[in-house]
């Protein structure tokens, strides 16, 4: 009796080990397998060979430096939450930040200010229409903007915290630097080149100005947010700030706490709403992760509680967006099934 109960026990663990195993094959069909590092540089390689070659899109060139930046830059880089680092290409040139700073702005007011203060005084609606628009701002007296597009994000600059412009500035770089895990650095001559062409900015920020909708001086507000659009990052410093979101706000590579989960969780549904200017709906159809461009050829975009990812590849669509930065990402998310929407049935 003893040796049948023992072969039953041994045959009802073997059973349980069976199922468990069974289990875990089922659960990593329907999710697509863990994101293990041979399937993501498997991605990148394969992303890489696919789109280096690819001779569409020009650089900016509104911006004169932007228009020298060597077209063929192409650098690839995803951080996950927990640290590791993968890169393929170009990781180290740089370029300037531009639009995509707008996000960690946006970031940097809602935790020093919470999350009403961007809903109040600025907006999280997407305008519908062009990111310098006169119009949008014109339409609604300054409201129903977002911190995306560049009268949001001039009044979001006017509101970082700060007693002058040098401390407010000073703040923006670190806290940028923060989200990067290191510090970072202006790019002298792209400020140079735009603070001598933002003539349309100064009018937004001061037709914001006669709506109460600037919350310090305009001429000020506007040379600060032109130095944080000029500040240079490469593909891995974007990556780790997109990880970090992805991580709740703790940078994964340096752990160091930036932002709250909270602050992560207002952040990201407005780059899922505005973040590829107006192409944003289109970008978030096909991906399915918050992102955001810049003109100076860098794309972020963030799978929460999984990875940041970003490319820099400076020449750009009509929209403003990079299309070497679009192709890579799109792929790698789909080799990956990493869109958060991809909703496998039990």
């Known amino acids: 009796m003893k040796n049948f109960k023992d072969i039953t026990g041994r045959l009802l663990i073997v059973a349980i080990a069976i199922c468990m195993v069974a289990g875990t094959a089922v659960s990593k069909a329907q999710t697509g397998g863990a994101l293990t590092p041979e399937k993501i540089n498997a991605a990148l390689d394969e992303a890489y060979t696919k789109f280096k070659d690819v001779t569409e899109g020009k650089n900016a060139d509104y911006i004169k430096e932007l228009a020298r930046v060597d077209p063929k830059i192409f650098g690839i880089a995803l951080v996950t939450a927990d640290g590791q680092v993968f890169t393929k290409g170009d990781i180290t040139s740089m370029v300037s930040i531009q639009s995509i700073s707008k996000a960690f702005v946006m970031a940097q007011i809602i935790e020093e200010q919470g999350h009403q203060a961007i809903q109040d005084k600025i907006g999280v609606d997407a305008t519908g229409l062009k990111f310098n628009s006169i119009v949008a701002v014109e339409e609604h007296r300054g409201k129903e903007i977002n911190p995306l597009v560049n009268p949001g994000a001039i009044a979001a600059t006017s509101l970082v915290n700060g007693a002058d412009s040098a401390a407010k500035w000073k703040s923006i770089l670190q806290f940028q630097s923060d989200f990067a895990g290191r510090q970072l650095s202006l790019n002298v001559p792209v400020y140079i080149s735009e603070a001598g062409d933002n003539l349309r900015n100064q009018a937004i920020a001061h037709l914001l100005l006669a709506y109460g909708r600037m919350y310090f001086d305009p001429a000020e507000a506007t040379d600060i947010y032109t130095k944080q659009c000029a500040i240079n990052v490469s593909a891995k410093d974007l990556a780790i700030m997109g990880a970090t979101l992805a991580n709740g706000g703790v940078n994964p590579v340096t752990k160091k706490k930036v932002v709250s989960p909270q602050t992560v969780m207002y952040t990201l549904p407005v780059m899922a709403t505005a973040g590829l200017y107006d192409d944003s709906g289109i970008w978030f159809y096909n991906s399915g992760l918050p992102a955001k461009s810049g003109v ?14 970003a490319v820099v590849a400076p020449p750009l669509d009509e929209a403003g967006n990079s299309v070497k930065a679009q ?3 799109k792929y790698i998310v789909e080799k990956l099934n990493a869109n958060p929407y991809l909703i496998q049935p039990k």
């Open 296 to 309: 100076g050829g860098g794309i972020v975009a963030v799978c929460p509680g999984k990875f940041g990812i």
């Open 327 to 329: 192709l890579a990402i």
